[in-house]
């Protein structure tokens, strides 16, 4: 992700806040893996761009399922509402 330049490193001030939100059980978790804090990275304008167009394609595909069950339920209502029109103009044809 780095070489496609969507992730950076962090800034050094991000870091700082960054590292003050770690909790005693993570920092011993990083000590016990050999490291004296962890990596920070975040996205740059090109990653939040690709995110955004992920959660746009996310959404536009539940969209197409919700419109094509709008569509066969469209359907399917419109049958039974002529099989109705026709049930009762024969009834009253009797």
Request: proline share 1%.
């Amino acid at each position: 992700m780095r070489k496609e330049n969507l992730i950076e490193m962090a800034s050094k001030d991000k870091v700082i806040e960054l590292n003050k939100k770690l909790t005693q059980k993570e920092w011993n978790q990083l000590r016990a893996e050999g490291k004296t804090e962890p990596l920070w990275y975040c996205l740059t304008d090109k990653g939040r761009d690709l995110a955004m167009s992920m959660q746009s394609l996310q959404f536009a595909e539940k969209a197409d399922a919700y419109n094509a069950l709008t569509h066969t339920t469209t359907i399917i209502v419109t049958i039974l509402s002529m099989l109705a029109v026709f049930i009762s103009l024969l009834s009253t044809l009797k």
